[in-house]
Structure formats: C-alpha cells, structure tokens
C-alpha cells in the first residue's frame, strides 16, 4: 500500500513536512545505489531504480487527480462508516495508541496476506515484488491501481471501532514508513530479541524471495508477532539466500508495462474463462492457481 494513499486528509501545514521526508527516501535510496554500484562493479541496476522513482511519481500524480477530481470513494466511505462508529476514541492516552498501533498491524497483516493470496488484490501488489534487486527503490514501487481494489476496506473496522480516518491514515503511514528500510541486502540479521518481535531486513528478504521454500510468508509491517500467531512465519537461511523478483521473472523497466502486466494476464484469463468457476477462479484464486488452471486447460486442448 501506498503511505500517501490517504495524503488529502492530512492538514495543509503538514504536507512540507511529508514531502520533505519523500525526498529524503528519495536521496537515501540514490545513496545506496552509488555505493552498491561502486561495492558490485557497476551491477547495480539504475534501470530498475528508474522505474521505481516513475511509478512512484505517477501514483502521486493519479492520487492528486482523484483527489481533486472527487473520484476516491474510500474517504466519504469512511467518513459514513466513522458517524456509525460503536465508540468514540480519542487519541489522549497510551491505551489508545497501543490498540491504534495494534489495530493497523493487525488489519495490514491481513491486507497483505491476501494481497499475496487473493489475485484481484495481487495484480497491483505484484508490482512490488516486481523487481529482480532488492533496494530500499523498491519500497516506493507499489503500482497505480491500488484505488480501485479496495485495500482501504481492510482499515475500515478500525474506523467503526471509533478511531478517525486520520488517525487511522496516520498510523498506516507510520507502518508503511517503517517498511522503507526493511527493503536491503546489506543489513545483517540483528540481535535475537529484536529479530523476534520486529519485521526486519532478515525477515522481509524472505517475504521477498521467489524461491518456493520463500513464497507467501512474513507479511507483517513493523512487527513480525502476527506471522508467528497465524504460522506464515519463515526464517531466513545462509544455505539459501533469496532470489528476488516473481517467480516468472519480469526482464523489462517499461514503467507501463511493469504497472499493468498482472492485470493483462488477468484479463486474457477472463476471457479464457469458460465457467463461473473460472471467473471466480481468475479473480479470487492465489495467483499460483494460475499456473494449474493453464495447465488443465492445455492439456483440454489437446485432448
């Protein structure tokens, strides 16, 4: 997700503030690449990088758009869903941003868990996990179409509980923030107790690996607790290190191309599909499911 997603619910006097913390993302993220260039002998791939800083501009130019043009649905829905609320929680007290910071990680867990197990939720997130180099660039390639999924709904009991929109805005964006240095491969493992509670470098390299003993685990955001709760939890391993990208991996920089080819694949299984099991299957299915539904379907033609 988006950490801007929900930008125009921020006060005017913050959002200097929000872009300067942008640009500094934006300069570390250079940073890094000048010295894994120079470390790797040039092996660093500025083409890639380039496509993150594009889907990253173009997001913010869609989000703008919309915003002005009235066209996001999820603020006037959760403001409706926020005059239901059961109570009222203000932010006054540190019960109240222990359950607000408990809430969001519970609720981006299952957000991102089906957005790695739900299709219609992966044709956007696919393109994060798009590129073929882990670095902190790929924290800010996160696709165009996150709008129109409604990934916001997955916040929306936070809301109905009774914490507002923007504080429920804020707090995701503070998880979301966090991610930004997880996406290394220079950082080691840390100490054991912080590798136990937190999301670390260690954890999301596996969250990012292509390998079958890597795929669909440590969905967590700031802390890695719900992953050992509900058993997606996977150590990383010296004998295997990751291999990153999809598991077909993507061989262009084509900003378009990198933004729309899942939701391309998407659709021609749409119009291959021959039954409501097959719609269904081709939008809610995992997306590995894919794989086996082609599977039967050459071995049908050529029967």
């Known amino acids: 997700m988006d950490p801007t997603a ?14 300067a913390l942008l640009f500094a993302m934006f300069a570390i993220a250079v940073i890094e690449g000048v010295v894994l260039s120079r470390k790797t002998h040039g092996a660093y791939d500025w083409r890639a990088f380039a496509a993150s800083m594009f889907d990253a501009v173009g997001r913010q130019l869609i989000n703008t758009f919309a915003a002005g043009a009235g066209l ?15 109570f009222t929680i203000t932010m006054d007290s540190a ?4 359950l607000l910071f408990i809430g969001v990680e519970f609720c981006y867990y299952w957000y991102h868990r089906s957005a790695h197990r739900v299709r219609w939720f992966w044709a956007t997130h696919a393109v994060h996990h798009s590129p073929n180099q882990l670095t902190l660039a790929t924290a800010v390639r996160l696709g165009w179409t996150g709008k129109i999924t409604g990934t916001t709904l997955f916040f929306a009991p936070l809301v109905w509980l009774g914490f507002t929109p923007l504080s429920v805005s804020a707090a995701l964006a503070v998880n979301l923030l966090y ?21 670390t470098p260690s954890h999301h390299r596996v969250h990012h690996g292509s390998n079958p003993e890597y795929l669909d685990c440590n ?14 939890f996977v150590q990383e391993r010296v ?10 991996p ?6 378009l191309f990198i933004a729309f080819h899942e939701w391309i694949n998407l659709a021609r299984d749409l119009l291959d599909a021959r039954s409501t099991g097959d719609v269904y299957r081709a939008l809610f299915a995992p997306p590995s ?7 039967k379907q050459d071995r049908a033609k050529v029967r």
Request: aromatic letters at 18%; a neutral charge; proline letters at 9%.
């Open 179 to 199: 991610q930004f240095w997880l996406h290394t491969t220079w950082i080691p493992k840390l100490v054991p107790w912080f590798e136990w509670v937190f999301n």
């Open 239 to 248: 004998e295997l290190p990751p291999t990153y990208g999809l598991t077909t």
């Open 6 to 19: 929900l930008h125009h619910l921020v006060p005017a006097e913050l959002r200097p503030w929000i872009a």
């Open 72 to 86: 996001i649905i999820a603020i006037p829905l959760l403001d409706w869903i926020y005059t239901h609320r059961l």
């Open 250 to 255: 993507l061989r262009t920089s084509n900003p």
């Open 95 to 98: 019960w109240a941003f222990g």
């Open 219 to 232: 969905y967590g955001g700031v802390v890695i607790i719900f992953d050992r709760i509900f058993g997606s």
């Open 289 to 295: 499911a894919r794989d086996d539904f082609k599977l």
